[in-house]
């Protein structure tokens, strides 16, 4: 059998990131450029490129694969990808084949998601206030995405949402977020805001909202239960037990979550990043185009990277500047 990836802190990895563009139907605050200059699509990796890829990571023991961007779902032919992915969830090679997305485009395709295995999606929503989710996404509709979620649910999906916790914009919507999520029987995790790329005019350190200031604020008027829970990713999930349900928690800077990355990440263009808080990174798209009869350059590459992966990220606004800030977009790396 295949020797399993496991690095040096005697971490199995198990959980793989693609994103599959870099180009995104909306343009978030803390995400993008308003002006944004994409990649030439021949930096991309194929379709064909990113099954093959995504095969040898599963052959080497990859149960979880996320399909993030940009946003997945504005890459033309997509489907045929997620459909390729899913005859590892019949093998059983893969436990689960799920996504990330902005929900824009899901009322098209919540129904062909489901029939290629995917069965659980989050939709990344930060305000359900018209007005300030334009702001914040500066090209977004809110109606779609609240459509989106709507097919979601009705083509089977279960749907989480994430929502970025900025300061002094959605703080007097915590109540609110979390009861229309109870409403809708969706979970809802909170993500502080991380420091990545040059994004001009936004300040890192005004948004930061300490989840753990969320999280007290919470326990004013629910009753917070800490669970064991975990879905393979950084969060962490307490269940409020008025409502039943659960509430994640990813904080790479209030409480760091290095010690069990089971996690690395690929670029759009075959950039593999060990860390999402480090440069450290492989190119994979070399030997996947240099050598397309054979696997075995591939599987050296990624090795040798996982060899590489570090202990933990070093984010920190403890000095009141977004210390550990790495120069590339959340859209590059994949959200």
Same mark, same amino acid.
């Given at each position: 059998?295949?020797?399993?990836l496991v690095?040096?802190?005697?971490?199995?990895?198990?959980?793989?990131?693609?994103?599959?563009?870099?180009?995104?139907?909306?343009?978030?605050?803390?995400?993008?450029?308003e002006?944004?200059?994409?990649?030439?699509?021949?930096?991309?990796?194929?379709?064909?490129?990113?099954?093959?890829?995504?095969?040898n990571?599963?052959?080497?023991?990859?149960?979880?694969?996320?399909?993030?961007?940009?946003?997945?779902?504005?890459?033309?032919?997509?489907?045929?990808?997620?459909?390729g992915?899913?005859?590892?969830?019949?093998?059983?090679?893969?436990?689960?084949?799920?996504?990330?997305?902005?929900?824009?485009?899901?009322?098209?395709?919540?129904?062909?998601?489901?029939?290629?295995?995917?069965?659980?999606?989050n939709?990344?929503?930060?305000?359900?206030?018209?007005?300030?989710?334009? *702001? %914040? $996404?500066?090209? +977004?509709? @809110?109606?779609?995405? !609240?459509?989106?979620?709507?097919? =979601?649910?009705?083509?089977?999906?279960?749907?989480?949402?994430?929502?970025?916790?900025l300061?002094?914009?959605?703080?007097?919507?915590?109540?609110?977020?979390?009861?229309?999520?109870?409403?809708?029987?969706?979970?809802?995790?909170?993500i502080?805001?991380?420091?990545m790329?040059?994004?001009?005019?936004?300040d890192?350190?005004?948004?930061?909202?300490?989840?753990?200031?969320?999280?007290?604020r919470?326990?004013?008027?629910?009753?917070?239960t800490?669970?064991?829970?975990?879905?393979?990713?950084?969060?962490?999930?307490?269940r409020?037990?008025?409502?039943?349900?659960?509430?994640?928690?990813?904080?790479?800077?209030?409480?760091?979550?290095?010690?069990?990355?089971?996690?690395? *990440? %690929? $670029?759009?263009? +075959?950039? @593999?990043?060990?860390? !999402?808080?480090?440069?450290?990174r =492989?190119?994979l798209?070399?030997?996947l185009?240099?050598?397309?009869?054979?696997?075995a350059?591939?599987?050296?590459?990624i090795?040798?990277?996982i060899?590489?992966?570090?202990?933990?990220h070093?984010?920190?606004?403890?000095?009141?500047?977004?210390?550990?800030q790495?120069?590339?977009?959340?859209?590059?790396t994949?959200?």
């Open positions: 059998m295949t020797a399993p690095d040096p802190f005697q971490r199995a990895i198990r959980y793989l990131r693609v994103s599959v563009t870099d180009r995104c139907d909306f343009r978030c605050v803390y995400c993008m450029a002006n944004m200059t994409f990649l030439p699509k021949t930096e991309l990796l194929t379709l064909e490129e990113l099954d093959r890829l995504c095969t990571f599963v052959r080497l023991g990859v149960e979880k694969l996320r399909i993030t961007g940009g946003e997945p779902l504005v890459r033309k032919g997509i489907m045929t990808f997620f459909e992915m899913g005859r590892h969830l019949e093998s059983g090679a893969l436990k689960e084949l799920t996504l990330t997305t902005n929900g824009s485009q899901l009322a098209r395709f919540a129904d062909q998601l489901y029939a290629a295995g995917v069965r659980r999606v939709v990344s929503l930060d305000t359900l206030d018209e007005e300030k989710f334009a *702001r %914040v $996404t500066r090209w +977004g509709r @809110l109606p779609q995405v !609240l459509d989106g979620i709507r097919a =979601a649910r009705e083509a089977g999906l279960r749907v989480k949402i994430n929502a970025v916790a300061k002094g914009f959605n703080e007097e919507e915590l109540f609110e977020l979390t009861e229309w999520c109870a409403a809708h029987d969706m979970d809802l995790t909170w502080e805001v991380m420091p790329g040059d994004l001009g005019n936004e890192r350190v005004g948004q930061y909202w300490a989840l753990s200031d969320l999280r007290a919470l326990a004013e008027r629910y009753t917070l800490d669970t064991d829970e975990r879905t393979g990713g950084p969060a962490r999930y307490v409020l037990e008025e409502t039943g349900q659960r509430i994640g928690f990813i904080t790479p800077l209030t409480h760091n979550f290095c010690e069990s990355c089971n996690r690395v *990440r %690929v $670029t759009c263009t +075959g950039e @593999l990043f060990m860390c !999402l808080g480090q440069e450290d =492989a190119d798209r070399a030997p185009r240099n050598h397309p009869d054979t696997d350059p591939l599987e050296a590459a090795r040798e990277a060899d590489r992966k570090p202990k933990g070093d984010f920190d606004y403890s000095r009141q500047r977004a210390d550990g790495v120069s590339r977009h959340m859209s590059h994949g959200g």
